[in-house]
């Protein structure tokens, strides 16, 4: 049953995007969190779609966010992973977003920071400034602590 309802899927979404290549409008508005306080720009956040049936998955196209967070970008239907990114802090993803309509995605808050990947050994103290993503095991050696 799962095997017959993964190729149904697949076929849907193969055959039902590459028959349809209407553009579509993506919106949204995207936020730098250490600009919200002080009424500062959120300009030039980069808002990336990948699309999900290319192995690995390919970019497509891309906008970036004006002064104010707003973007906008006409994008043929398919099946993305949509990505926002902006040196100096974490990025954030939407996977599988179905394009087939014109859209609005839900507003993106950025925090300032950047993501730091971890595995083997570690000690010390961690900061807020990361984000850490554990790419393997991680150990905390006898007699040391992670704070």
Known sequence: MEKKLVL???TL????????RTEYTVDGNVFLEDSLASGGSHDGVQVSFYSLLDDPPSLVDYT???AAGDYTISIESGFFLVEWT???YVPW???????GADTTL??????PGAIQEVSGDVSGSWTTGYVYWVMDDITVPAGETLT
Do not use: H, K, P, Y
């Open 8 to 10: 149904f899927l697949t």
């Open 13 to 20: 979404l193969t055959f039902g995007f590459s028959q349809d």
């Open 64 to 66: 970036l966010s004006n």
């Open 86 to 88: 902006r040196d100096g």
């Open 93 to 99: 993803e939407l996977g599988g977003l179905a394009l």
């Open 106 to 111: 839900a507003d993106v808050t950025l925090v």
